[in-house]
Structure formats: structure tokens, C-alpha cells
């Protein structure tokens, strides 16, 4: 069973820092490559970041960009997503995942965990 567990997330001010963590199982994780996905209130699904399997190439959507970083621990089966210089805008329910693809304007993932809620508050 393809098992996505997140942790780490929390309320903090802007300009705050958080560390999400991402334990996974039940699948081949270090032949995967892996996203960070968010979802706001009321809004979609939102591509955050992707780490290929050897965690040697990155890509991040335009607001993430120099201040989010991904990375990954393959002896460990966790993918991580550092948050830094936190908005009010990055307020939203961010989930680890795998099987991502952009279709008809959707984001949508093969799989993912159940979420870990960052708020940000001014």
C-alpha cells in the first residue's frame, strides 16, 4: 500500500520559517521522482516544487523559487520542503506526492498524503 505521511506543518508570521517532512512507503522511493503540491480555500491543486529520484535536479514554481527548497533522503524514504520568508499567500494545506501531471489546466497526482496545514499570519 503506497503510504505518503506529511509532518512539520504549523502557524507562524510572516517572514517565518518552517521544515515539512514527508515519510513514504510502499512503493520503489528512490527510483520516484517527488512534488510538493498545495492547496489554498476555495482554490486548486498547485505545483510547488519537484525533486528527481537521485534528488540532483529541482524545480520550483515561480513563487517558490529562492525560498523554498526540496531535498531528499533516500536512506530514509522522506522528502523534505523548507520553507523560508513564509507569506500570507503560501497559507494552505501542502501535501508530498508522486505521479503528478498538469491536465486541461488542472494539477492532479497519482498519489499523495493527507496534507500538513501552514498558516501564515501578518
Known amino acids: 500500500e503506497v503510504q505518503l505521511v506529511e509532518s512539520g506543518g504549523g502557524s507562524v508570521q510572516t517572514a517565518g520559517s518552517l521544515r515539512l517532512s514527508c515519510a513514504v512507503s510502499g512503493f520503489a522511493f528512490s527510483d520516484s521522482i517527488m512534488f510538493w503540491v498545495r492547496q489554498a480555500p476555495g482554490k486548486g491543486l498547485e505545483w510547488v516544487a519537484t525533486i528527481t529520484d537521485d534528488g540532483e535536479t529541482t524545480g520550483y514554481e515561480d513563487y517558490a523559487k529562492g525560498r523554498f527548497t526540496i531535498s531528499r533522503d533516500n536512506a530514509k524514504n522522506t522528502v523534505y520542503l523548507q520553507l523560508n520568508n513564509l507569506k500570507t499567500d503560501d497559507t494552505a494545506m501542502y501535501y508530498c506526492?508522486?505521479?503528478?501531471?498538469?491536465?486541461?489546466?488542472?494539477?492532479?497526482?497519482?498519489?499523495r498524503g493527507r496534507g500538513t496545514q501552514v498558516t501564515v499570519s501578518s
Open positions: 506526492a508522486k505521479d503528478c501531471y498538469l491536465a486541461g489546466g488542472t494539477y492532479n497526482c497519482g498519489a
